[in-house]
Each structure stands twice: as C-alpha cells, then as structure tokens.
C-alpha cells in the first residue's frame, strides 16, 4: 500500500507510561517514556529532531491529554483516533505491537482523526459538562429528600408542586425541628399554599426517627451546597463565555433552547463549523444521524450511533421542550412522525433538525427561521385531502349531497 507520510510516529498511550513507534520509511523505532510533563517534553523533542510529519494516539480515556497539550504546546502535529478503528490482529496484544500498528495504519493514511478543538474551548467544554454533572447530582440528591419523607409516611409532595420551594423547604426544617402543629403552620406558607394548610397538616403527619431527622438535615444541606456550587460555576461560564454572547441569543430564538442549553451546545460545538464540511457531518459526529446497517439491498436498522453525549442529550432535552410549542415547525414535525415512528423516534428527528438549524445559523450568520406549523400542509394538497376523506368514509361518514334549487 502507497506510503501517505515519509515519517510518522504510532504512539500507545497509558496512564504511567507511553509507547512510540517511529517510522521512516520501511525502517521504524520504538521507545518508552513516562508520562509526567518533562518526559513528554522528550518525546516531543525525539519528534522533532527526526523530523516527524505527524503523529497519531488512541483517545485512552483522559490519559491522551497530557500527551497533546504538550505536543500541541511544542508545535508537533498530533492527532487523536477512535479505539474502535484501529483494532490490531488477534494474538498480538502487546503495547509494542499496539504503537507499531498504530504507525502503519498512519503511515498508509488509514486513520481518521477525531474532532478535537483549542485549548481554550476544551476547557471551556469542561466547565460545561461539570455544571451538567453538578446539576443532575442536585437531582438526584432531591429524590433521595422525597425517598426519605416517603419512608416517615410523610406526603408532601402530594401537595406542593416542587418539594425544594420556599414554603416547602419551611415545612422540612420544622419537622426535622419541633415538628408541624395548627399553631406555626400558616407562619411557613406563603402564596396559594395557605389555602391548603389542613391538607398540608394531615400529609404530614408522620413517623420521623432522629436518624430520619438527621438524614433530612444532612440530605438538605448538600442541596444547598450543590446550588452554591452551581451557582459559582455559572459566573465561572458566564466569564468565559463573552465573546459567544451574539451567538448564545441568536440560539435562544430556536424554540426549546434557552440560555443555559445554548452555552452547552456551543461549548461543545464552537462558533467554526469549518470542522465540519456539512450539517450531516455534524449532526453524525454528535449522535444524531441515522447509522446505516445495509446488506443485500436491504436496510436493516437506522438506529443512531454513539457520538458525543453531552450535546445529544442537551439537544433531546430541548426537543421535549420545542415540541410543545404551537406555532412551530417542530411541533409539526413531531406530530407527523410521532404517529408513524413513535414518541423517542420522532424526538431524536426534531433534535435532528434543531442541530441542522444551528449549523446553518453558525456556518453562514444567518437569523433562525421557523418555517411554521403548516409547512407540510402546503405539498401534496390534493392527495392529503382525499386521503383524510377516505378515512371519513371508511368510519361511516358521508359528504351531505344538497338539495336541488
């Protein structure tokens, strides 16, 4: 097979020590270096003296970054490929068979680099992602509360709407305290709360233990904790997400993203869809797009492929939302294909589409769109009326025939 790169190196990342495979040629090189910032900085320097084009790793977990900010720092073009494509022969399992493999493979131009973007929106995709994993463990710390008052036979959250609100947590505080009695209870509601005082007084009359009680206390202040560790970590994005302030409104015009879902998706993504050479190169890269699994002439699954988990599920999350919008052509498209693929098929579609939109919008500066809720409504006119007449029929009914002149 032809040669792509004169020299190339294969490098077989691990957390305490790396592999490299220099190759020149037909004649190649293997060496060991551990891991800490100076000894990357030798593998960098052993690169560069040989001259080498590019270099290549397996994306090891997070023990593939050490390796390319130091490589990137030191101007050595690196690039970092999917474990799954470049799997070796079975029976040569072994780290300097892995960073050989992996120099062939780049050698012959056999691998694809994944998406990895500069220094600064990386670490910008990590506060990000921590702020996401901050929130859904709040979640989950919110469910243990309810879990816990349901085990003291203590029914709040049939009453209220949220079971972290001010009157709520009011109500928490005094039963872990002296409890609930018809003396101190208007004092703790506030709003419409207090017309249903007897119904808070009779589902929270419960068992609470003293370790119950301290299970409660201890349960909600690591709920405030985690809000004030949210709330720090938002003035950390806000502060770095100035320059993407244009771009965060003209995101918030596509109905389902709001602020904080508009700051993950363009952490994730960025502002240069230079990356990316269509819509459908990222709407793949993200987990969106249909896959193909295709023998024989015949299609036997479209169910979508692993991508990049945070922007996926951000996307869902506000396709349950646009599709509840009137008006819109996600609405729309919702319905449509709600009926024919189901609920979680045609959410995965408007995701699908809100990514295309943004896309367009980043790639060529352009305003969001909505085409409307009867989009579909202007093609095939005819044909959808004599289909929805033939539905009447076949229930019976009948066109009403008037009556002559």
């Not at 921590?130 to 709040?138: F, M, N, T, W």
């Not at 109500?171 to 509601?189: M, P, R, S, T, W």
């Amino acid at each position: 097979m032809e040669a792509v790169y004169e020299r190339c190196c294969g490098i077989d990342v691990h957390k305490k020590v790396i592999v490299s495979c220099l190759r020149i040629g037909r004649k190649q090189e293997t060496r060991e270096f551990g891991t800490s910032t100076s000894e990357l900085r030798e593998l960098a320097n052993w690169l560069q003296e040989n001259d080498c084009q590019i270099a290549a790793m397996e994306s090891t977990g997070s023990y593939w970054k050490p390796v390319y900010n130091v490589l990137e720092v030191l101007g050595q073009e690196v690039i970092v490929v999917n474990a799954h494509h470049i799997r070796n022969v079975p029976g040569r399992k072994t780290d300097v068979k892995d960073a050989e493999w992996i120099a062939q493979l780049l050698q012959c131009g056999l691998l694809k680099a994944s998406y990895i973007p500069n220094r600064d929106q990386r670490e910008l995709r990590e506060i990000a992602r921590y702020r996401k994993s901050l929130v859904e463990e709040r979640a989950r710390e919110i469910n243990r509360l309810e879990k816990t008052l349901q085990g003291a036979n203590i029914k709040l959250s049939s009453v209220v709407s949220e079971i972290t609100g001010k009157s709520s947590r009011n109500i928490i505080k005094a039963l872990v305290g002296e409890g609930i009695n018809e003396e101190n209870v208007d004092a703790l509601l506030f709003g419409s709360l207090r017309e249903k005082r007897n119904d808070i007084l009779k589902y929270c009359d419960g068992y609470l233990s003293l370790l119950q009680r301290k299970l409660l206390r201890a349960i909600v202040d690591h709920i405030d904790d985690m809000t004030r560790r949210i709330a720090d970590v938002d003035n950390m994005i806000n502060g770095q997400m100035r320059e993407y302030e244009e771009a965060i409104k003209r995101l918030e015009e596509i109905p389902g993203i709001a602020r904080r879902s508009a700051q993950v998706i363009l952490a994730e993504i960025g502002t240069d869809m230079s990356r990316f050479p269509t819509a459908g190169h990222l709407a793949a890269w993200s987990g969106l797009a249909p896959g193909n699994n295709e023998s024989a002439g015949k299609r036997k699954s479209g169910r979508t492929r692993k991508g990049n988990i945070t922007l996926k599920t951000t996307l869902i999350q506000s396709a349950k939302t646009a599709k509840a919008k009137k008006g819109s052509f996600f609405k729309a498209q919702f319905d449509r294909l709600a009926v024919k693929r189901g609920k979680n098929r045609a959410v995965v579609a408007v995701a699908h589409s809100m990514l295309i939109a943004i896309y367009n919008m980043l790639a060529h500066n352009v305003p969001f769109c909505d085409l409307g809720e009867d989009y579909y409504n202007q093609f095939n006119t005819e044909k959808k009326i004599n289909h929805y007449l033939k539905k009447l029929k076949n229930l019976g009914w009948q066109l009403p025939i008037a009556a002559p002149a």
